[in-house]
């Protein structure tokens, strides 16, 4: 039987059709409520800068705007740290993504499946490693360590996005250059690389928005960036106002931008002309360089992934009682890893139908995809910020604040939008005509999820699943500002202890962190095999 006609006939038998729909409008709204709640934070922010004292004035915008030292500053150091970051990133992660996922190397799946491991280490832990080993008194105020910092942390992830890029064009104008005699050299950088763009680009507007979104790493060495001022200004004044304007131009900046690229990873429907998997890829010959470039990638990689944590295994064991300093921190582990796995369900089930409606309901698409680039172009402390003028006030919404329950929702609306964009390929691949021919026999929405979306995209869901777990393990600039007391999160206590120096405590912190997503990238490797370790 057609898998469509199947599913209708399978809910038609067992659920009431009155049921149904009202079982569909509360999915419905409960989609609709995530996407609006998620909103209403920064706009709320952003409306409050009109406001002082109840009237409506412009003081706030002409005391920002009229600094021009200010954004000098912002801009410059702002700059120079995305720079210095994208161009070590693009050219160390162009270099290993080719290398392990388009050469004939050997053991490319274990240096794949290590890079991946690299790619779940939290920011604040090769931060802490590498101002461990460098200094921080030496690198204070210092646009190029905060850039190299960033840069070590994110070309592993560059490297498996360029690497899945490459891998995945397709090998017929591969092979007719190599026929002609063009050679290996000139057909990856005449056919293949062309040919990937789309993740060279994806890889490198990543890399800008990562960076220029975080401060974790700027405020310990003081240097001022746009994400920094917007933290500092919070914390110094405690009013929204200031901190908001500082990053209206890089929102408005971050959401042309991505709002100019959502054909690419937004769009309804495959785009036209990119690269597809064809099957097996071909492998570049590397001849008599095989076994060097062997070594070379594997030295890289395993550098990378055990660096931070031999040198922060040495710190820690530096201290007195180590395994009691670890269970000191008991309750921080409870917190990061009860928070984090609870809003990694949530925001994989929600991330489900927030994707279905983009992808297959035309009159929603502009919406979702309006809401997914505003809340990319949110620097993490405004959407803090957020959460704070909505819920710090008496009654059910302090209840929130002051529990657990305010750090699952901010690590929920921060990674949505990224489970949304993980799921969209999978929504993708599920056959029209499978619903469509559901529709015609009667089933509605909540049939179509329940016996058809939800089980295809299970794996999908399981990627996103895992992926936003790491994320919120890891997750420091918008948690640190509404962590409830009392409820300290592994990073947020590191953050106030990496001020005064990478001593022992704040070792074991960083190796409790590195411990903890172990399991969900063996998770990412198992369901990841097939796409990055064939």
């Not at 779940?120 to 008194?137: D, K, N, Q, R």
């Not at 309804?268 to 070379?296: C, D, K, L, Q, Y």
């Not at 993708?428 to 026999?441: G, H, I, Q, S, Y």
Request: glycine content about 8%; charged content about 15%; some cysteine.
């Amino acid at each position: 039987m057609h898998p469509g006609r199947l599913a209708s006939s399978c809910f038609a038998d067992y659920v009431d059709p009155v049921f149904a729909r009202l079982v569909g409008t509360l999915l419905f709204l409960l989609h609709a409520a995530a996407v609006v709640a998620s909103l209403a934070g920064p706009v709320l922010v952003l409306l409050s800068t009109f406001r002082e004292d109840r009237h409506i004035t412009l003081a706030a915008w002409r005391h920002v705007f009229g600094d021009l030292s200010r954004w000098v500053a912002l801009l410059g150091n702002t700059g120079a740290v995305a720079g210095i970051a994208v161009l070590v990133c693009m050219a160390a992660g162009t270099v290993l993504g080719v290398t392990l996922f388009r050469t004939d190397i050997r053991c490319r799946r274990v240096w794949i499946a290590v890079m991946l491991l690299t790619a779940t280490i939290p920011l604040y832990v090769v931060s802490a490693s590498i101002i461990g080993m460098a200094g921080l008194e030496r690198w204070l105020g210092s646009r190029l360590m905060v850039g190299l910092i960033h840069a070590a942390a994110y070309v592993p992830i560059v490297s498996l996005i360029i690497g899945v890029a490459v891998r995945s064009v397709s090998a017929d104008l591969e092979e007719a250059a190599l026929v002609e005699g063009v050679g290996s050299v000139r057909t990856l950088r005449h056919v293949t690389l062309p040919m990937a763009a789309g993740g060279l680009v994806a890889s490198m507007v990543l890399v800008v928005l990562w960076v220029t979104t975080d401060y974790s790493v700027s405020d310990v060495l003081l240097v001022r960036t746009f994400a920094e001022e917007v933290y500092t200004q919070y914390q110094l004044r405690g009013r929204l106002q200031e901190p908001a304007l500082v990053c209206v131009p890089q929102i408005v900046l971050f959401a042309a931008l991505l709002w100019s690229l959502r054909r690419g990873f937004l769009s309804g429907e495959p785009a036209e002309g990119g690269p597809t998997a064809v099957g097996s890829p071909h492998r570049f010959r590397t001849g008599r360089w095989r076994w060097p470039a062997t070594v070379a990638a594997g030295a890289v990689v395993l550098a990378l992934a055990l660096g931070p944590g031999v040198f922060l295994g040495w710190r820690l064991s530096q201290g007195r009682d180590r395994v009691q300093l670890m269970l000191s921190f008991a309750s921080e582990i409870r917190t990061s890893i009860a928070t984090s796995l609870a809003a990694a369900l949530l925001t994989a089930a929600l991330a489900v139908g927030l994707a279905w409606f983009l992808v297959r309901r035309r009159r929603w698409r502009s919406v979702l995809v309006a809401y997914v680039v505003l809340m990319l172009s949110f620097p993490a402390p405004i959407l803090g910020m957020g959460l704070i003028r909505i819920f710090n006030r008496p009654g059910l919404g302090g209840w929130v604040y002051d529990s657990p329950l305010i750090l699952v929702l901010a690590y929920t609306f921060r990674f949505l939008p990224v489970a949304i964009v993980v799921l969209i390929p999978a929504i993708r691949t599920v056959p029209r005509e499978c619903e469509l021919a559901a529709k015609v026999d009667g089933c509605g929405t909540l049939g179509t999820w329940w016996y058809m979306i939800w089980p295809l995209c299970l794996p999908a869901a399981l990627v996103a699943m895992l992926a936003v777990l790491v994320l919120a393990i890891g997750e420091l600039p918008c948690s640190l500002l509404v962590t409830p007391p009392g409820y300290l999160t592994v990073g947020a206590r590191f953050f106030s202890l990496i001020h005064y120096g990478l001593y022992p405590d704040a070792a074991a912190l960083c190796v409790i962190s590195m411990a903890a997503v172990l399991i969900p990238w063996g998770g990412l490797v198992w369901l990841l095999r097939k796409r990055l370790l064939s």
